[in-house]
């Protein structure tokens, strides 16, 4: 559960703590107070998409952090290697810079903000009030179909099955073409390669022959420099080099450490130095030969690199990028001259590929269509809770409006019908459903859907969105009995929906020294009184006031009954 919520520097929180408690919390405060902003806080804890737009203005940064605990053993833990302290607890926080960059930490732990999304639709979801609008897409029904009967295992396995399919047809099609197609690129990969192969490309020539050609552009300079450097080693034909120099001082110190220690130790050094001088000889001598060249080499050398350059401009940018063109090409050509071979074992393939892939399916629309008769029997349970008693709700099944019947979700299409009164057909949703309707239906299949997810706190933002009157007051005791297995947090319009909660936050906008801030305060039960009577009416009356002491006065009696305990 989400135990404490601290905000600094989002929009105009400036800085807030939220201490929330097991069981139904509610936050209420005036259009525009700042509520969305407590869950724009909360969203960004769940690793969403945030904007440097959200920092409050004049500061340099925004913080968001939150402790969670009371959780269970998730499996991302393992993964990531992190878990709770010993206390059981687990800090999350995310700062948001200037510049747009996003530092997230878990237990102090530094993580990516896709890590953090990972976690933190297994720690809580929020529903808001525009879900109601995913219920009228019907593209969502399967979805939220598969997710009730828990079909993932089996929709990943017919899904490797169709990948496989369409990775058959795409290789088919890319072999399948007329003959003159087929001979025009028959023609052209011929040339390609007959090009390539008489170019007999060699991986590191290219980077040879330009050292080669940078030596033959400059050989007069590099002859007169290796020259001039043998003259002085060896002294040419006078031998009075460097070498013979040395070897002389040699002999002459040898002599006298004869009878000198510190002379036999100068020989020594000179002998060393008369070796290295020596093997100094020895390499300037073979890089000399190097330096000679037959005439007309510089002009095949940059015959050369001319083809080189004009056939990476046709075939790569680089003679391994060549090599591997040709090594396609070739590829390329056995496929096509060998094509009917290849689609004859093709379509063997592409025949058992389909029936297993048909097989999964209709596995898999088996187990659909048995989730959907729990899901609406589920469903018109829930409706008949929340002041919808005559309401029918099935799901639809259709075949898929595709060559063999699939694609890359399974065989069926779904939509969600409803029949809301006595004598009504069946009809879409999206067709017949208002408002208030839509919002109850949405809370019923999420509360149906809680049931078989992990996470142990549900955020309900504004969902009560077109209900009022006696259908509000279900949806109160609707999400106060949710609150009995998961932690609720609820943004709310309805006294009726807010006298329902555990506890009850207020959240209000002032200004302080030329500035907008808005507090989160904990009510005490008078507060809750006096807050649920401005959400009644607007001006706190003392009939207001009476009507308010009701509502909470009959909230604590229908708890009572209920017996549930914290």
């Keep these: 559960m989400l135990s404490l919520l601290h905000i600094e520097n989002i929009a ?87 510049d747009g960059k996003n530092v997230c930490r878990v237990n102090g732990r530094p993580l ?51 990948e496989k399919v369409r990775a058959l047809r795409r290789e088919r099609d890319e072999l399948q073409m007329d003959d003159a197609e087929k001979a025009r690129r028959i023609d052209t990969l011929t040339y390609q390669i007959e090009e390539l192969e008489r170019a007999e490309l060699k991986e590191g020539e290219e980077e040879e022959l330009s050292a080669r050609r940078e030596v033959l552009r400059n050989a007069e300079r590099l002859t007169e420099a290796v020259d001039g450097a043998w003259q002085a080693l060896t002294g ?50 073979d890089l000399r030969g ?20 004009r056939l990476k401009k046709k075939y790569g940018g680089s003679t391994a990028e060549m090599l591997d063109y040709l090594e396609k090409c070739r590829g390329e050509l056995d496929a096509i001259q060998f094509s009917e071979d290849r689609i004859a074992r093709l379509d063997k393939d592409l025949a058992k590929a389909l029936a297993l892939a048909k097989e999964q399916g209709e596995l898999l629309s088996t187990q659909r269509r048995e989730a959907a008769q729990r ?40 939509r969600f019908l409803m029949s809301a009164n006595v004598g009504e057909d069946l009809k879409p949703i999206n ?61 709310t319009h309805l006294p009726q929906i807010a006298a329902m909660g555990d506890v009850h936050f207020s959240v209000e906008k002032g200004e302080q020294d030329g500035r907008t801030f808005t507090r989160v305060e904990r009510l005490d039960r008078p507060h809750r009184r006096e807050e649920l009577a401005r959400l009644s009416g607007g001006e706190v009356t003392a009939v207001m006031l009476d009507g308010a002491e009701e509502l909470l006065s009959a909230a604590e009696e229908f708890k009572k009954k209920a017996g549930k305990t914290r």
């Excluded at 009030?129 to 929709?155: I, K, P």
């Excluded at 349970?381 to 929340?386: F, I, V």
């Design 12 to 98: 105009v929180i400036s800085e807030a703590d939220i201490a929330f408690d097991q069981g139904f919390n509610v936050l209420t405060g005036e259009t525009g107070a700042g509520k969305s902003i407590v869950i724009d806080a909360i969203g960004a804890i769940m690793g969403e998409r945030t904007s440097r737009d959200l920092i409050r203005t004049g500061a340099k940064s925004a913080r968001v952090s939150a402790v969670f605990r009371d959780l269970p053993a998730l499996a991302w833990f393992e993964r990531q290697g992190v878990a709770p302290d010993e206390n059981g607890e687990l800090l999350i926080e995310r700062a948001i810079q200037g």
């Design 112 to 162: 990516l903000v896709t890590q953090l999304r990972e976690l933190g639709c297994q720690l809580l979801n929020i529903h808001g009030q525009h879900d109601g609008q995913q219920l009228l897409d019907e593209e969502c029904h399967l979805d939220y179909l598969d997710s009730f009967g828990g079909t993932g295992e089996q929709r990943a396995a017919y899904a490797g099955a169709y």
């Design 236 to 285: 040419g034909d006078d031998g009075e080099g460097a070498v013979s120099l040395l070897m002389e001082a040699e002999n002459r110190l040898a002599q006298g450490g004869r009878y000198s220690g510190d002379l036999k130790e100068l020989s020594e050094k000179a002998a060393q130095l008369r070796c290295d001088a020596d093997d100094l000889a020895e390499l300037v001598r």
């Design 290 to 309: 190097t330096l000679d060249f037959y005439p007309g080499e510089l002009d095949e050398l940059e015959e050369r690199l001319d083809k080189l350059y």
């Design 375 to 414: 899901l609406s029997a589920r469903i018109q349970a829930e409706l008949k809770e929340l002041d919808m008693p005559k309401v029918r709700f099935e799901v639809e099944f259709g075949p898929k409006d595709t060559p063999d019947g699939m694609d890359a979700t399974g065989m069926d299409t779904v």
């Design 431 to 491: 067709k017949i459903a208002s408002g208030g309707e839509l919002s109850r239906i949405m809370l019923a299949l999420k509360n149906v859907l809680a049931e078989t997810e992990q996470v142990t706190t549900l955020i309900f933002d504004e969902v009560d969105t077109g209900v009022s009157g006696r259908a509000a007051g279900k949806v109160a005791r609707k999400l106060f009995q949710v609150s009995g297995t998961k932690q609720v947090l609820c943004v």
